[in-house]
């Protein structure tokens, strides 16, 4: 089964440092989608950066960035400078074909604070 | 951007009586929605793949008969919570993939429902 996991449920970093945020997932696909969403207190769920699997390259995002490690199958995302308004829940998510479907699978979130 | 909206945001019931929660892409067709489930400080579940024209497929352990999805058009899907019960108190969530890009086509997120059954 495809599982995502946030070993991290908070995480706290002053402002305008740099913080990581953990995922690993468990997967038998070759061909599949990684995906880090903030959730702001109105519960809205934004797309922060997508990383495609057969993509060596990590992907970027002003701010944002993630280390993609296809083999230890691990996607963390780094925020750099960081700001107040990126207090959020961040979920880490995956998406492929499950059982003939395209699904989202999302790991447990980490809760981010910044500290001013 | 494309634009899902959820309505309503905010809804309170009574036990026993049912709820239909509506999700609408504005700007753009989708012939695939998704409905989560997010208890609080949790994470967001899969309860159903809704498909145009066709049946939902639901996910294991979720009932078909308590939450019925319909997806009779390109832009609407519909979630009708039935008989709720205090334990089905919950923040709904739902979301579109732009038929644009078949299967690998964008997510969209809708702002989410939430549902307080007293």
């Known amino acids: 089964a495809q599982t995502v996991t946030q070993s991290q449920p908070e995480m706290s970093v002053q402002e305008a440092e740099t913080v990581t945020l953990s995922c690993t997932y468990d997967t038998s696909e070759s061909d599949y989608y990684l995906f880090w969403y903030k959730q702001p207190p109105s519960r809205q769920m934004i797309l922060v950066i997508r990383?495609?699997?057969?993509?060596?390259q990590n992907a970027t995002e002003n701010r944002f960035s993630v280390n993609f490690q296809k083999a230890a199958k691990s996607f963390s995302l780094k925020i750099s400078d960081s700001q107040l308004g990126d207090a959020a829940m961040y979920f880490c998510?995956?998406?492929?074909?499950?059982?003939?479907?395209?699904?989202?699978?999302f790991g447990q979130g980490t809760r981010l604070t910044i500290n001013p | 951007g494309a634009v899902v909206s959820q309505h309503p945001s905010w809804v309170i019931c009574k036990s026993g009586t049912s709820v239909k929660i509506e999700c609408r892409s504005l700007d753009f067709q989708a012939t695939t929605m998704f409905w989560y489930r997010q208890f609080p400080k949790q994470s967001l579940m899969l309860m159903a793949t809704s498909n145009e024209g066709s049946k939902a497929t639901y996910e294991q352990g979720v009932e078909k008969d308590k939450f019925l999805i319909n997806h009779a058009s390109l832009t609407l899907s519909t979630l009708t919570v039935t008989s709720a019960h205090p334990e089905d108190s919950s923040f709904y969530i739902c979301?579109?993939?732009?038929?644009?890009?078949?299967?690998?086509?964008?997510?969209?997120f809708g702002n989410g429902t939430r549902l307080t059954v007293t």
């Open positions: 998510a995956y998406r492929a074909l499950i059982q003939g479907a395209q699904k989202l699978v």
């Open positions: 990383q495609e699997a057969y993509k060596q």
């Open positions: 979301s579109a993939r732009d038929a644009v890009g078949g299967a690998s086509g964008p997510l969209h």
